[in-house]
């Protein structure tokens, strides 16, 4: 457990800068691929000492980014430490290479988030991998292209701005003459360095980036052939279990394996309070753990009944205030329009449908594994450091893997596996089961946020106080004019372990302040998008409130009792959205149900349209889980509903009618669309209910179990 | 331990496995096919989803004792001489799908769903579906994915 958001979760504002070498020598290199040009990215300061550095003869650069090469057949391979899990990245990275290399998209191929093969990377997160990997590989990608049309002007001895690249040619248009890229760069050992500074295709000329195209090896996932994490099979491989404690923060007093060692093919590996069993299949090993006699002390822990006193009790400055402008507290007491509020946010799982999964092999001190992880390169490090190995003996492979939607940032499966491994002398698969993935896993942080705000009697917003405590900073600042504001994020001690999670706080500041916008539009008898609209001096946030409002007919019906229509809008990490709702009130049976959801959504120039259309809906329906129903509850150091049976995530019979509206902004640069397309569900739906008559200041609001020893059932139930 | 001859796919496969053990798990575990994939182990989310007789079976919940000589049918034994089925491949041209993950499962009770129900109702869709979990949230589209294969099949 830890004591506040782990420092390796913490949210990252920014991806930063670190260079490593290029994984590969020179002569594995060459073994891999043959002759060929290779392009690689370096950063602009690193760039300043690698210039000139250009065709063949040199050692490779140290610090890249990524990088590209194109074989003797016109393949192209592109390295990024990025990883696909759903997203949709691996196609839409791909697209931007074949735009700006000028080559067909099936002859790229992107080879992500294996240590050995592709630079260091951060990690997947943050939604970065389209503002910040996009750009590099677009710029290494025109780069290649110029080389290759300098190339081929040379061979033909005229002016390379006379010449044109095309499908994966060089073709001079008066003549019809032309090479491949493949025969300019065959046999040879091209090696080029580029830094930020090439002219990209404007996205308004786009032919192949900017469009639908399907799923990389999409066919793959339809036959059951694309291999996830917990699919890879190794020769000799045995399969693990761990025994797990009672509790959080348990410790061992004593075991009896008697049993097990009885059980044949079945090893019990017992290092300290860890116990661990190898088998040679998992039914077996999941048998053995089953047979184990162990005693746990557990310490005395805290449940939901105090979950929301101890966030707030807890909690710290922090860094002190994100924002602090004007006489907040002169304001708030002189304004008309008042309103206060405390919001609340439970605990939810991410509950990927592949839990985490490991296979590691050793060879000797050196240890491949293969698991699901939005972070290969900080697994690996993982290893290396409970191993005491160097970083170069580890070796991380992240197949496409069933999911993480933040959760899969640690490698406490890469781990086990690899000791259990080590102990059996084979490798060993280890996939955790529903129940360990509910609770050994980090979850999204529970909050309590408190907000303050005032008006002026014609609705002009005056003052905006909000404090945030545990839950996190993301989105936390208003994106409304407000004159006089104080926007606090206070760290607390967290009773669970909690990490980052699709759109990180984001979602839960959005949906306090969103539901606030609401009680005070209503307070200044405005409406909700004329009171937004109002306020607001955000071009683009407003453009999605209205693209919402427009496409749902907002204001065309009344809300009514049993029926209630709410908007809600909010931005970060460069994406704009704002969602109307419908919702079905049922007072009598106490039911509500979301009957249609309307999203906008803008975040600059779009890559693939289908593919973001995909991910604002499912954003959409996995929204609908932590709106209404999705929490974790708990109670001495206990996950008490750690199964599918217990904790409900939305189902086909959950889902509204969805419309996705997209604004394609070709004239602003692509942000990431993997997290806040979240954000706005939960106060489109808690407007919705407001508007009917049901305030439900809370995350979730309608939840179908009380939470243990609270003091009142759930309005909704 | 027992020894077990299974009819998977078509062929007749002999596997050593304790009798309880779940299909499942035989599956991935002894027969290396690892396109029916584990994700709840409780028969809640569907992803282990097999066909028994044609009919959508949660495979950790079936043990292999209990098997007998009912023909399997698993992800890997749709696609016939390099051709999708007419589920897979509506799977495929709605992009019904993100991470993947729960999709064998979803098409092979699609496939179960069609051939009890060959033209089913959106809300007959939902209802045979709803222990199918999709958490990336591509219901919608996996729905119009049904929707195109029993179109489809109506031509």
């Known amino acids: ?412 499966t890469a781990i086990e596996a690899a000791r259990l491994a080590r102990a059996a002398g084979k490798p060993v698969k280890l996939v955790w089961t529903r129940s360990e993935e509910f609770t050994w896993a980090y979850f999204r942080p529970a909050g309590v946020i408190e907000i303050r705000a005032a008006a002026q009697s014609d609705g002009k917003l005056v003052a905006w106080e909000h404090h945030n405590h545990n839950s996190g900073s993301a989105a936390i600042g208003t994106p409304y004019v407000v004159p006089a504001q104080l926007v606090h994020y206070h760290p607390a001690r967290s009773p669970l372990r909690q990490g980052s999670y699709r759109s990180l706080a984001a979602a839960a500041n959005v949906f306090a302040r969103e539901s606030h916008m609401d009680a005070l539009a209503h307070a200044a008898h405005l409406d909700p998008l004329d009171f937004r609209l109002k306020n607001l001096a955000d071009a683009r946030l407003r453009a999605v409130l209205q693209a919402a409002a427009e496409a749902f007919g907002w204001g065309r019906e009344k809300s009514t009792p049993a029926r209630g229509f709410g908007i809600a809008g909010g931005t970060d990490k460069g994406g704009y959205t704002a969602a109307c709702a419908e919702v079905a009130i049922d007072p009598a049976a106490h039911t509500v149900r979301i009957v249609r959801v309307v999203q906008a959504w803008e975040s600059g120039a779009i890559v693939n349209p289908d593919g973001l259309r995909n991910q604002i809906a499912g954003a959409i329906v996995q929204g609908i889980g932590g709106a209404l129903f999705e929490q974790v509850l708990f109670a001495d150091g206990r996950v008490l509903n750690p199964r599918f049976a217990q904790y409900r995530v939305p189902r086909f019979s959950d889902v509204p009618q969805i419309e996705v509206v997209l604004l394609d902004r070709k004239d602003l640069p692509s942000a990431g669309a993997g997290e806040t397309g979240i954000v706005v569900l939960a106060p489109a739906v808690a407007n919705a209910l407001f508007a009917a008559g049901v305030h439900a200041p809370t995350l979730p609001m309608a939840p179908r179990t009380p939470a243990p020893g609270a003091s009142a059932p759930p309005l909704w139930s | 331990m027992r020894e077990f001859v299974l009819h998977i796919n078509g062929s007749h496969v002999s596997v050593t496995a304790s009798p309880e053990e779940s299909l499942l798990s035989v599956l991935r575990d002894h027969l290396k096919l690892t396109g029916t994939h584990y994700g709840c182990g409780e028969g809640q989310c569907g992803a282990c989803t097999v066909l028994l007789d044609g009919v959508a079976t949660r495979s950790c919940l079936t043990p292999v004792g209990g098997v007998g000589d009912t023909q399997i049918v698993t992800i890997e034994g749709l696609e016939q001489n390099g051709r999708l089925s007419p589920v897979q491949q509506a799977f495929l041209d709605e992009g019904a799908f993100q991470c993947g993950y729960c999709t064998s499962g979803m098409i092979l009770n699609a496939v179960s769903l069609l051939r009890k129900t060959p033209h089913p109702t959106d809300q007959q869709i939902v209802a045979s579906m709803n222990g199918n979990i999709c958490r990336c949230g591509t219901y919608p589209r996996i729905v119009a994915a049904i929707r195109r294969a029993a179109d489809g099949a109506a031509q």
């Open chain 1, 1 to 412: 457990m830890s004591g506040r958001v782990d420092s390796e979760l913490e949210p990252f504002q920014e991806e930063r800068w670190r260079l490593l070498a290029l994984p590969l020598d020179r002569r594995d290199f060459l073994r891999f691929f043959g002759g060929g040009l290779l392009v690689c990215f370096v950063h602009p300061a690193v760039a300043a000492q690698e210039s000139g550095r250009s065709f063949g003869g040199h050692p490779l650069p140290r610090d890249i980014a990524a990088w590209l090469h194109i074989d003797a057949a016109s393949q192209v391979r592109v390295f990024t430490g990025k990883v696909e899990v759903g997203q949709n990245i691996r196609t839409s990275l791909a697209q931007l290479v074949a735009e700006e290399l000028r080559v067909p998209f099936e002859t790229v191929t992107m080879v992500m988030g294996d240590t050995a093969l592709t630079p260091y990377d951060m990690g997947t997160f943050g939604s970065r991998s389209t503002p910040t990997m996009g750009p590099q590989l677009r710029t290494m990608s025109a780069a290649a292209r110029k080389m290759l049309l300098e190339a081929a002007a040379a061979r033909w001895r005229i002016e390379p701005a006379s010449l044109k690249a095309e499908a994966g040619k060089v073709i001079d248009p008066r003549t019809a003459r032309s090479f491949t890229y493949g025969e300019l760069t065959g046999g040879q050992d091209l090696v080029h360095v580029v830094s930020d500074s090439e002219i990209l295709a404007s996205a308004a000329d786009w032919k192949i980036a900017g469009t639908s195209l399907p799923k990389a090896d999409g066919r793959d996932f339809v036959t059951g052939r694309h291999q996830y994490p917990s699919d890879i099979v190794r020769e000799n491989m045995l399969f693990g279990a761990v025994l797990r404690p009672t509790g959080y923060d348990a410790t061992l007093v004593s075991l009896d394996s008697s049993a097990v060692e009885k059980l044949p093919g079945v090893q019990v590996v017992h290092e300290g309070d860890f116990v661990g069993v190898v088998a040679p299949d998992g039914f077996t090993a999941q048998r053995a753990v089953s047979l184990l006699r162990a005693q746990w002390k557990v310490p005395a822990q805290p449940s939901n009944r105090e979950l929301f006193a101890l966030l707030k009790d807890s909690s710290d400055p922090g860094d002190g205030p994100q924002s602090a402008s004007g006489a907040v507290e002169q304001a708030l007491a002189a304004a008309p329009i008042r309103v206060d509020q405390q919001y609340t946010v439970q605990y939810i799982a991410h509950a990927p449908l592949e839990p985490r999964a490991a296979v590691a092999e050793w060879n000797g001190s050196n240890v491949t594994v293969w698991t699901g992880t939005q972070r290969p390169f900080g697994v690996r490090d993982e290893l290396a450091q409970a191993f005491h190995l160097a970083a170069d003996q580890v070796h991380v492979i992240q197949p496409d893997m069933g999911s993480g939607y933040g959760g899969k940032h640690t490698g406490e």
